[in-house]
């Protein structure tokens, strides 16, 4: 596996310190090296892993507790949430799902309670949730999925153990599209993770007027995109796309692999040039050979290589220390234990 990171942006150093270190000794059977050409700006890691592991936190001391955002429809929203034990204002993740599809509740309780990547991001003192939203696999372009996860991000500002100023949002391939139309759409995140983001929706190309095969969309149809990623990125749809970003505050740390055929092509060719144009604050990390949404769970079949997604949520909790007002503070090792990731 070959990490490769943007020029010009330093690489982060993979033990962050202290303060988290007792949270994750266990865990960091993996040995990671860092190797940084003299020949070239770009700097490489290597991981190798004999054995990756992940913490199951107790749910009598962090238990599961649903959540019902409601958007300006009043459409009521489905999520789960877990926090540290203990009292105080803590900072928050929150996790949306990919695809264009409304997924089951359970779908979203299972992330939460045995995904490697929330389960670490709770161990290390965040308040974790995940969400689904409403379906716009009938249109690409509806807002109903832009609202509802809208209406979670505000629900989390709300709740009084919550850092409003703390709050980062991740979302992989369609759920990072919707990462960033949040970030769009007001100014309170304070840093946001589109893993491979499905950008081409964000710009408004895949929408009710493209081919399709079915009756509904699928994320396959947006194959000729990857194919001709420039050939879409038409004058409209530049206006369009610049109109919204220029609107992001926030940092931006963009996770991708490089193996998808369709959202790949369109960021590197496309999407991450116009975000650094505009003078976003973007950082790019690439995990050369991994799948397309690799690191969103964090474990199962989307992660062939278990301890690339550890050096992922890694790189990810140092990108958020630096953004958040609030620190996440370790929970204590007496409630939770390690598991094999699967």
Known sequence: MKLARTPGIPAFVPFIGLVIASVFYTELHATTRLNCSQASPERT?????????????????????????????GHRGIGFLRKPPGTGRFPAILFIHGGMV??????????????????????????????????????????VSREDSLAAFEHLCRLSFVDPKSIVIYGCSGGGDLALEVAAATTEPCAIIPEEPASFIFAGIFNAKFPKRGERFVPDDSRPIGDNPRGFYTPEYQKLTRAKISRIRCPILIIQGDQDPRVFPFNSQVFIPELRALGKKVEVITYSGEPHCFNFNGNGPRTPHPEVALKAFHDIDAFCRRHLKTSPKAIPASIMKYVAVN
């Open 102 to 143: 409304e997924r089951p509740a359970e779908t979203i309780k299972d992330h939460l309670l045995n995904a490697a990547n929330p389960s670490r991001f709770l161990a290390a003192g965040y308040v974790v949730v995940s969400i689904t939203y409403r379906s716009r696999d009938d249109d690409p372009q509806s807002v």
């Open 45 to 73: 890691a290597n991981a190798k892993s004999a054995n990756v592991t992940r913490p199951k936190v107790s749910e009598e001391a962090c238990p599961l507790v649903p959540i019902a955002p409601i958007a300006r429809d």
